[in-house]
């Protein structure tokens, strides 16, 4: 089998509004990959068009190699979505769900779901909706878990459960992917997700502008701390990301304006770019001095 998920040239409206514009990717299974945009910038309806939910207005969609719209679509088991804005109005305990569940999904592990049940200490007596919006997320993370899909698709998941649950269950997601299992989940925020991450996409004004693997964008940059001032600077490449401990400024800047550059060295630091600080240095800057290889 070739990509899991494959997109090419896909456009997507509702109505006169332009979601997605001319976006292509391919995506490797056995990975996490984080999609990230501002609001409105798309991800939803990328998760939406993989799952099968929606149709893309042109383009093609495969995901494990079929159409996910088609009404003949042979592996909708294997694709699960999540996202807060799912409503189960059905007069139904958490239990009566996890039966109708287990008949729809034919890997479906009940160790799993025990053993997350009894971690989380989630009773499945109560009724889904009588649930806070970090116990369904939960729920609804527990059921994508042990449904054993092959894909999963999580649509901003972590900002409604508190920060030991989002260790747990990112944990977990680290664990189905190291297992085969592949992972896109869409966020605002890259700091929770800075160890977890494989992949990067990034979508800005419909267009997708980052298709990249964590480690080559690392290997792209350095981590400069600025010790006194310098022309380095204030390169036109150059982006101020944050402070460091000890309160002193570090910057971004691409290797390739300074890998000729000796006298910059005791600026360096000996670790590389979170993930948040190369999408920092992304929405500074202007496009036209990003390298080429971060635009899809």
């Known amino acids: 089998m070739g990509k899991i998920i494959e997109i090419s ?3 997507k409206s509702y109505g006169k509004k332009k979601v997605l514009e001319n976006v292509s990717f391919g995506l490797d299974e056995g990975k996490f990959i984080t999609l990230i945009g501002c609001n409105g910038a798309g991800k ?5 068009l993989l799952a099968g939910i929606e149709e893309a207005s042109s383009g093609e969609i495969k995901v494990l190699e079929e159409d996910p719209f088609a009404f003949n679509f042979s592996r909708r088991s294997d694709v699960f979505l999540i996202n807060e804005n799912i409503e189960i109005s059905l007069e139904m305990n958490l239990l009566e769900m996890v039966t109708c569940y287990r008949k729809v999904f034919s890997k479906w592990s009940n160790e799993i779901f025990n053993q997350i049940r009894k971690d989380r200490k989630i009773s499945i007596k109560k009724n889904y909706r009588d649930l806070s919006r970090g116990q369904k997320m939960q729920f609804l993370l527990m059921l994508g878990l042990a449904s054993k899909a092959k894909v999963l698709l999580l649509d901003e998941i972590t900002a409604v459960i508190d920060i030991e649950g989002q260790k747990y269950f990112l944990d977990h997601l680290k664990r189905y992917v190291s297992e085969g299992g592949t992972v896109v989940i869409s966020t ?5 997700l800075n160890d977890y991450t494989d992949h990067l996409l ?3 004004e419909t267009k997708l502008k980052v298709d990249a693997s964590v480690k080559d964008l690392q290997k792209k940059f350095y981590v400069l701390k600025k010790l006194e001032e310098h022309s380095v600077f204030s390169h036109p490449e150059a982006a101020r990301i944050r402070n460091d401990n000890d309160g002193k400024e570090l910057y971004l800047i691409p290797r390739k304006v300074i890998d000729e550059d000796t006298e910059v060295a005791r600026f360096k630091m000996d670790y590389g770019p979170r993930l948040e600080d190369i999408l920092t240095l992304f929405f500074q800057l202007k496009e036209e001095h990003l390298d080429e290889e ?3």
């Open 294 to 296: 971060l635009i899809a």
């Open 9 to 11: 040239k896909v456009f």
């Open 188 to 192: 605002n925020i890259l700091s929770e």
């Open 44 to 48: 939803s309806t990328t998760l939406r």
């Open 202 to 204: 990034l979508i800005q």
